[in-house]
């Protein structure tokens, strides 16, 4: 058993140069996987099925360029796919790319790899992208991420159209109707804050109150944030100075304690499915969600899925905002496989690509793209016909995320520490002065501004 | 058995005496080397999963935000002086403090109330107290949070049908504090239950007996029979449910999330806030070590008084 050659140097440089020159004189041979693995860590859809396009696009393009794919489908529940965002940025080793959800490329980019050519090459082909997903995937004009289609998503107003003409005598389909050349400014203008806390008040007196929930998860930090931008509050700017004692954030907060005292105590308790709940349970008249309650709605209680439209939300003095969670795709920076990696998010972004997934997503998932918008699946999403046209921003909605326009860092710590709905909370709900609620949300800011 | 062992010992040391062999043979031979590799993987364990891990968070809770330089206490400088860690302290103290008075109380009475019962029965009722200790925490949080739903809790249809109000379990902060110390009592009491069961049984039946005779009270056998025995079990119970209690993190991350207005959060919740979902590890690091130090004190002293009195009843 014992080998009779010896291991000496000239043996092994001997046979480093012989290896060597038969690796460059042999003709390239290709394997099923000669380029190699790639694995991926992506967020596991609620959509039954939509996590089949992506895999169904991903083993396309890894058959094409002979690179073995493989997906995990990691759910957000319990936050279980930042808890692994966060394991493998600190071990520095897992997955090739992870999606990510909102701040999530901020909290990363020193672990992920700039993706400025991945990006530049989309926007030149497809044109402008969202700001809030520029603003979240880029760290002083690097990009770290590249957004994403699947799982983005915007919150409008779903809204129960009897409801609304009953006890309001509004009609929502006429207003916002299922084509954008059909919008009617003379009509749109009207629907504005002010309009709506009138709504939301005979509403209120007639048994179905408007749900907004008020707690410290992304869908109520996502509304009041909207709120927020369109009556010009900032909290923090880009220079870090401190803006939230303002006469803008005293009206928003004069007009949020009208608004919450119509609306079901318990918001203030509720999680990112509590207004979904409200809605489908046929209590509710109106939330700020994108379809998915809507959806559960068409199983669980068909008539008042039957009745729900989505629509851009209330303007305000500042203009008309929705709040925008863009998912993104980020590369990590150890990375075996980066080329074959950047390949890949060009292939699942291309138009084509994307048009699969958000037909797969029945319309729930928002291309980032504004030349994206036009897909049919919109238009022939029922009932009723034309229910999510306007759930994509169209006519004046501007696309808004809390935190903005503070940097990135900064604005990160805002919108996971819910330091806007803690505010309202506590002067709504805790009845604590205007002052001393300016004064505390004013030291948390300070926190949020240490390096 | 341990004649034999050292029958088996012997020789094979005094043949190295005699004859000398290689200093690693002579080396792998000895006693304490079998016994340090016996312990070994032990050691890699303790040293891989518990040491490693509580070095590393010292370690990043000294960092900066960025994590690029070392800061040494001034995390823990700067949580001192905010507001919400403030109060997450309060909170923390509170949920606490109730729970495990609470539960050492519960888990006093049910374990007297087992004890007393005929021999037949008591295997019974001990196993359908321990189901709550059994059942996975964050499954039983979650029917919790379901039974104090918002908007559909099962309590408030039970209130409303015996024409009581709608309590605000979980959106009024007070309340919420309420519910979050309840579900952790009614999780730990089976744990003091059993601990105090084992207590109850390993004092001596003749102390009773002799007591009796004495013309005792029942309420003078259990302060000068019963707790006395049971006083280095009720320390460590205690010493050992503190430390868990400060650490929880499932019941109050299902049920509230640290909400309404961060009135609900433990240290675990706002670390987690702040570590993972903020993406500041060293600031949640340095908060979920917060009470390690008082922690620490507190087992060096239950630990030195059960030594002690353990020594006095030897």
């Given at each position: 058993m014992a080998s009779a050659s010896r291991l000496t140097r000239r043996n092994v440089l001997k046979s480093a140069a012989l290896g060597t020159a038969a690796a460059v004189a042999a003709p390239y041979v290709r394997g099923a996987y000669a380029a190699g693995t790639l694995s991926l860590g992506l967020w596991d859809h609620w959509v039954p099925g939509a996590n089949n396009t992506l895999t169904k696009l991903c083993n396309e393009w890894g058959a094409k360029n002979k690179v073995e794919v493989k997906i995990d489908y990691i759910t957000s529940q319990g936050e279980k796919d930042k808890l692994t965002a966060a394991a493998e940025a600190q071990a520095g080793t897992g997955h090739d790319i992870m999606s990510h959800r909102d701040w999530n490329i901020q909290v990363h980019h020193r672990v992920l790899e700039p993706l400025d050519d991945v990006a530049k090459q989309l926007i030149g082909k497809y044109g402008p992208i969202s700001p809030v997903a520029e603003y979240l995937d880029t760290v002083r004009g690097t990009w770290h991420g590249i957004p994403a289609t699947v799982g983005s998503q915007v919150k409008p107003c779903a809204s129960r159209l009897d409801l609304f003409q009953k006890y309001c005598n509004v009609d929502l389909r006429d207003m916002w109707p299922a084509d954008e050349a059909k919008y009617d400014k003379a009509k749109t203008d009207k629907w504005t804050w002010e309009m709506y806390l009138d709504c939301a008040q005979k509403l209120h007196a007639g048994g179905f109150p408007v749900g907004l929930p008020m707690g410290q998860t992304s869908d109520a930090v996502d509304w009041v944030g909207a709120l927020f931008n369109a009556h010009g509050v900032v909290m923090v700017d880009e220079k870090d100075n401190i803006k939230v004692d303002s006469a803008e954030t005293r009206t928003a907060l004069e007009y949020l304690k009208k608004l919450m005292a119509v609306n079901p105590p318990e918001v203030y308790a509720w999680d990112d499915a509590g207004n979904n709940r409200w809605l489908i349970s046929g209590k509710g008249s109106n939330i700020m969600n994108p379809p998915s309650a809507w959806a559960v709605a068409k199983r669980d209680n068909p008539t008042v899925a039957a009745n729900v439209w989505h629509h851009p939300m209330p303007k305000g003095p500042k203009g008309r905002f929705v709040g925008q969670l863009p998912f993104s795709y980020g590369l990590w920076s150890f990375s075996k496989n980066k080329s074959a990696g950047k390949d890949l998010l060009l292939y699942i972004s291309q138009r084509e690509s994307v048009q699969q997934l958000v037909a797969a997503s029945g319309g729930y998932d928002i291309p980032?793209?504004?030349?994206?918008?036009?897909?049919?699946t919109w238009k022939t999403?029922?009932?009723?016909?034309?229910?999510?046209?306007?759930?994509?921003?169209?006519?004046d909605e501007l696309t808004s995320i809390t935190g903005r326009p503070a940097r990135a860092e900064v604005g990160a710590q805002i919108y996971n520490q819910a330091i806007n709905t803690v505010m309202v909370a506590k002067f709504t709900?805790?009845?604590?002065?205007l002052d001393d609620v300016i004064k505390w949300a004013a030291n948390e800011l300070e926190g949020t501004l240490r390096v | 058995m341990v004649d034999a062992v050292q029958q088996t010992w012997t020789p094979a040391l005094a043949g190295d005496r005699a004859a000398p062999r290689g200093s690693m043979q002579r080396f792998m031979r000895r006693r304490s080397t079998t016994a340090f590799l016996m312990c070994l993987p032990l050691l890699v364990i303790i040293g891989g999963l518990v040491a490693y891990p509580a070095l590393y968070a010292i370690y990043l809770s000294m960092l900066n935000k960025s994590q690029t330089h070392f800061i040494g206490l001034g995390n823990f400088r700067w949580l001192l002086s905010r507001d919400v860690f403030q109060m997450v302290v309060e909170q923390a103290v509170i949920f606490t403090g109730f729970a495990v008075a609470f539960k050492a109380l519960i888990g006093l009475i049910t374990a007297h109330l087992i004890n007393n019962l005929p021999a037949k029965g008591q295997r019974k009722w001990r196993g359908m107290l321990l189901v709550p200790w059994v059942i996975p925490l964050a499954l039983s949080s979650l029917g919790w949070w379901w039974l104090f739903?918002?908007?559909?809790?099962a309590f408030n249809y039970i209130l409303e049908a015996l024409g009581f109000g709608e309590v605000p379990w979980l959106s009024n902060p007070y309340w919420a504090r309420f519910s979050v110390i309840l579900v952790n009592i009614w999780y730990g009491a089976p744990f003091f239950l059993i601990m105090y069961l084992a207590a109850l049984k390993s004092v001596p039946e003749q102390l009773y007996e002799a007591a009796a005779i004495d013309g005792a009270s029942a309420w003078q056998k259990f302060r000068h029979i019963t707790l006395p025995m049971m006083r280095n079990i009720i320390a460590i119970t205690m010493l050992f449910s503190l430390i868990v209690t400060f650490a929880n993190f499932d019941i109050v991350q299902i049920m509230t999330a640290g909400g309404p207005r961060n009135m609900t959060h433990v240290f675990a919740t706002y670390a987690f806030m702040l570590g993972i979902r903020s993406g500041d590890i060293p600031d949640g690091a340095a908060v979920s070590l917060f009470m390690l130090p008082l922690l620490a004190v507190a087992a060096v002293f239950v630990l030195r008084g059960v030594r002690k009195r353990g020594r006095e009843i030897g």
């Open positions: 980032t793209f504004k030349s994206m918008l036009d897909f049919d999403v029922e009932p009723p016909l034309g229910t999510v046209y306007s759930y994509p921003p169209r006519g709900q805790g009845n604590e002065k | 739903d918002p908007t559909h809790s």
